[in-house]
Nanobody, 121 residues
Framework: VQLQASGGGLVQVGGSLRLSCASSGRTFSLYHMGWFRQAPGKEREFVAAISWSGTSTYYTDSVKGRFTISRDNALNTVSLQMNSLKPEDTAVYYC???????????????WGQGTLVTVSS
């Protein structure tokens, strides 16, 4: 599985961005998908995840109510809609895929290359 993240950029506080992650291969629908982020000087942290079917979603507390994860198994994509962005959301965002295990555990099977989100105040 190869993952390609896109959609990052520079946005002002309170603005919105939509990140996308495209997957190659025919097995995308078998994988749970997650988004993680890593701010400068900090460890990578869990942001959101979605089950293989799309019926279950999970969020870290700091983004609940602002971010929405979704997927389209027909298009092999997963998205992260980010609203009401804050300076503390500034980070490189990574999409990742796993067949099983805890959604928040960073030991995913496959990772995308990351896309930078910068929120300016």
């Amino acid at each position: 599985v190869q993952l390609q993240a896109s959609g990052g950029g520079l946005v002002q506080v309170g603005g919105s961005l939509r990140l996308s992650c495209a997957s190659s291969g025919r097995t995308f629908s078998l994988y749970h998908m997650g988004w993680f982020r890593q701010a400068p000087g900090k460890e990578r942290e869990f942001v959101a995840a979605i089950s293989w079917s799309g019926t279950s979603t999970y969020y870290t507390d700091s983004v609940k109510g602002r971010f929405t994860i979704s997927r389209d198994n027909a298009l092999n994509t997963v998205s992260l809609q980010m609203n009401s962005l804050k300076p503390e959301d500034t980070a490189v965002y990574y999409c990742a895929a796993r067949r099983s295990g805890s959604y928040q555990d960073p030991r995913y099977d496959y990772w995308g290359q990351g896309t930078l989100v910068t929120v300016s105040s």
